[in-house]
């Protein structure tokens, strides 16, 4: 009896954990990224509505919007509890896909362009719910560690396009219009199985949190290139169905193998508690990542002399008190709790808008259209789903990158974070140009480099906010600051890559004798399609890689310090940070 106790006590402890709420975050962000397979089942819309790719394309617009304008998650997020944020997110996604699938399957009558648009922008909408609900709350929960978390959540949302892709197959066949009734229901449900485990802990730093970290990203990788090897050899070989399904099954056992990490983890944590408190030593936590230290010591249970992070805490409060209007133009050092009005007019938050304007609204641009870059380049459909799973294999390899590289350069070499950006962005520039000059074979390289740069960018955006402006309004100002991504794919993809197609698609129709009404969908074919658009990209992301060197420049004194200071600084605040060693290992 006792010990079927013990048992239920410790499966309680296990499902209310920090390390199973990070393991369930992985799973509700390895479902978070459908809106990466659009390219996959944007031809069937095209087709079945008849729509022309500047139609197309404002679809694609729309998408986008849902996809990054999450200021009403946010909002939600700073007064409802997180369960309240995952449900409403679920329910928003399956509402959304499910009524597209309805229309492209023809079980609806064809809806307008607005109601069409509408159904996208709510299902892509869903995504920030599920990002403010787990992404945000892991933040907040491992304020240290920001940096690789944001990489690992990030990069099961990029790797969510290959992993949905390969369960369609297997349960669906090759038929692209099922995959949207996938993208319907399978988010919702994992949402709604993992809704309760999703809250925010007292922040309590492990000796060994950062090994962990790394543990989880290793079993990361291999599913990466597990989902690669799959992508090459579905080119090679045909694939019956009862290959896909075993190749859904490794997948699926991959997804949960980081669950035996959280277990791990979890039973140290229960076997500590256990312990009696003059056994558990409390540490002060390295300064920097990698830093540990060789002895260990007991941390100071309080300071003799001034405490200069009360002394700022009383300012601010003072500060609280007056008006935010008033505060707008007066706000704290970088680093600590902006406002949100004092976040969103600041220098700092204009120049990472325009950054991102440039750098995520080319990247969205290409990812949307590469479906009809592969076709109009002559590959042929089976191929161009596999540019859709390299992009989205290889956007988790550049999000995983940019979140633990950009860690290990902050931590050793005080390198800023928006100068990774510039380099990411680069990068960004020689992929748009491969496809304005394209090469036999160019567009598999041009999938890896757009998927790598396009998913380097989100965990960088993510994590200077949290470190310029704090984390107290994190769920507002990160979706807010995602917000200049759609308006650069409405500009770039919808009023310039999509028109530039149009018109070279009617050149050929009248060199060939045609009208618009002699065809049901606006096709263009050859190299000049997207020449002129992906050679402007190029240009407006190279500006954009300037911009982010500006403000590298502007935070370098501020990056030269120690940014997580505060975490550390007063033990038995709810924001401390401290060490916790197992004295069994001592």
């Not at 390969?166 to 988010?187: E, M």
């Not at 530039?500 to 606006?522: C, F, N, P």
């Not at 982010?548 to 501020?558: D, H, Q, Y």
Request: charged content about 15%.
């Amino acid at each position: 009896m006792n010990q079927s106790g013990e048992t239920v006590r410790f499966l309680i402890h296990l499902f209310n954990g920090r390390w199973f709420m990070v393991f369930a975050s992985f799973l509700i962000m390895a479902c978070a990224g459908a809106t990466y397979l659009f390219g996959t089942y944007s031809k069937d819309i095209k087709s079945t509505l008849g729509y022309d790719q500047t139609t197309l394309n404002l679809l694609g617009f729309f998408k986008d919007l849902g996809a990054n304008v999450g200021v009403m998650s946010g909002l939600i997020a700073e007064v409802t509890p997180t369960w309240f944020v995952l449900t409403v997110g679920s329910a928003m996604n399956f509402v959304g896909y499910f009524m597209i699938w309805l229309t492209v399957t023809g079980k609806v009558a064809k809806p307008k362009v607005w109601q069409m648009c509408l159904y996208i922008c709510i299902g892509a909408n869903s995504q920030n719910f599920a990002n403010t609900g787990a992404l945000v709350t892991c933040v907040k929960n491992f304020p240290e560690s920001r940096g690789v978390m944001l990489g690992l959540l990030k990069g099961y949302v990029g790797l969510s396009g290959a992993i949905m892709t390969q369960l369609y197959f297997a349960i669906y066949g090759n038929d692209s219009k099922s995959l949207i009734l996938l993208i319907a229901w399978l988010p919702a449900v994992v949402s709604l199985v993992f809704v309760y485990s999703i809250r925010e802990k007292k922040v309590v730093r492990q000796r060994n949190e950062l090994n962990v970290f790394y543990n989880f990203l290793y079993l990361s990788i291999f599913l990466a290139l597990f989902l690669m090897a799959m992508n090459i050899a579905e080119k090679q070989v045909h694939f019956t169905k009862a290959a896909y399904a075993a190749s859904a099954t490794i997948c699926c056992v991959l997804l949960f193998v980081p669950l035996t990490v959280a277990v791990k983890q979890e039973i140290e944590v229960w076997n500590m508690k256990k312990l009696p408190p003059s056994e558990v030593k409390v540490e002060n936590p390295p300064s920097r990542m990698g830093d540990l230290p060789g002895s260990l010591g007991v941390a100071p249970l309080e300071k003799k002399v001034g405490n200069p992070k009360k002394e700022i805490d009383l300012v601010h409060e003072e500060k609280e008190m007056k008006s935010c209007f008033l505060t707008v133009f007066d706000p704290p050092p970088r680093g600590e709790d902006y406002t949100i009005l004092q976040a969103l007019l600041s220098l700092d938050m204009i120049i990472l808008f325009i950054a991102t304007f440039c750098g995520l609204g080319s990247s969205l641009t290409a990812v949307d259209n590469l479906g009809q870059i592969g076709e109009s380049l002559g590959y042929p459909n089976h191929t161009v789903s596999s540019f859709v799973s390299l992009v989205s294999i290889w956007n988790y390899f550049g999000r995983v990158f940019s979140g633990f590289v950009s860690e290990y350069l902050l931590a050793k070499y005080k390198l800023p974070r928006p100068l990774m950006m510039t380099f990411v962005l680069l990068l960004s520039c020689a992929g748009h140009l491969l496809i304005a000059f394209p090469m036999p074979g160019s567009v598999y390289i041009t999938s890896i480099l757009m998927g790598f740069s396009f998913g380097a960018q989100l965990p960088l955006l993510f994590a200077i906010i949290s470190e310029l402006f704090g984390l107290k309004y994190y769920s507002t100002l990160f979706n807010c600051g995602q917000l200049a991504s759609p308006l650069g794919s409405y500009i770039l993809n919808v009023r310039v890559t999509g028109m530039l197609y149009d018109r070279e698609a009617l050149k050929q129709l009248k060199a060939r004798g045609l009208t618009r009404k002699d065809v049901k969908d606006l096709t263009c074919l050859g190299s000049q399609c997207y020449k002129l658009p992906f050679v402007i990209l190029a240009s407006v992301t190279f500006f954009g890689a300037l911009v982010s060197l500006g403000l590298a420049i502007r935070t370098r004194k501020f990056y030269k310090g120690d940014i997580y200071k505060k975490f550390r600084e007063t033990p038995g605040s709810e924001s401390e940070s401290v060490l916790v060693s197992d004295p069994r290992k001592s």
